[in-house]
């Protein structure tokens, strides 16, 4: 079992910054992938980056694409999404996920609770 809790999110003007946190504990969380997910209000949850075990490999929703950057510290069991030039479509609860398979394909399995990112216009 994988346990992640979400930290960092909420409230910033357009085009602001923000850094939100995935901490794992349980299972070695050093040998999988991690992906960040969103949810908008009255939308479906939606893949915005993923970054492989290792973190050499990363990808990314064209919506995110070049304002959003996934990194992570497998020392401190923590992944990060840096999100600049943040707009108000933004706006949605983050969650990390973790899981098996082989990259890119990851079969997400773990779920933390999310945290809420606001943007304001």
């Known amino acids: 079992q994988v346990q992640l809790v979400e930290s960092g999110g909420g409230l910033v003007q357009a085009g602001g910054s923000l850094r939100v946190s995935c901490a794992a504990s349980?299972?070695?969380?050093?040998?999988?992938?991690v992906g960040w997910f969103r949810q908008a209000p009255g939308k479906e949850r939606e893949f915005a980056a993923s970054?492989?075990?290792?973190?050499?490999?990363?990808r990314y929703a064209d919506s995110v694409k070049g304002r959003f950057t996934i990194s992570r510290d497998n020392a401190k069991n923590t992944v990060y999404l840096q999100m600049n030039s943040l707009k108000p479509e933004d706006t949605a609860v983050y969650y990390c996920?973790?899981?098996?398979?082989?990259?890119?394909?990851?079969?997400?399995?773990?779920w933390g609770q999310g945290t809420q990112v606001t943007v304001s216009s």
């Open positions: 996920a973790t899981g098996d398979g082989n990259w890119p394909d990851i079969r997400y399995k773990y």
């Open positions: 349980g299972r070695t969380f050093n040998n999988y992938a």
């Open positions: 970054i492989s075990w290792g973190g050499g490999r990363t």
